[in-house]
């Protein structure tokens, strides 16, 4: 099994790879919206890992995945809004931010 962090280009690359097949890196990279010489230097990375061969044809370069053995690990990160909760206090009520500090950083 090859473990590959959520929230990184691999993962990304990855399971668009799983969903469609063929592709070229042109069609991936506006897929992701990365630069093609980006998402070929990140491309070189997994070809050495031996988890994808790049072929590459006089006009085009083609992904194939060799192997499809992955785990995703790491945390999810949190996509969905952030609810307001409704605090009564002596004003009256008023909105605060779950979570908000009043800093910059933390």
Do not use: W
Not at 11 to 20: A, D, F, P, S, W
Not at 47 to 63: A, G, R, Y
Request: hydrophobic content about 35%; charged content about 40%.
């Amino acid at each position: 099994m090859i473990e590959i962090k959520t929230g990184t280009i691999e993962e990304r690359i990855i399971k668009t790879l799983q969903n469609k097949y063929p592709i070229t890196l042109k069609e991936l990279s506006k897929e992701l919206g990365i630069s093609e010489s980006k998402l070929k230097a990140e491309l070189l990375k997994l070809q050495s890992k031996n988890i994808l061969i790049l072929e590459p044809l006089p006009d085009k370069i083609f992904i194939r995945l060799i192997r499809f053995d992955f785990v995703f690990v790491g945390r999810r990160r949190q996509y969905k809004f952030i609810k307001k909760k409704k605090i009564k206090g002596e004003e009256g009520e008023k909105e605060e931010e779950e979570g908000k500090d009043d800093f910059m950083y933390v």
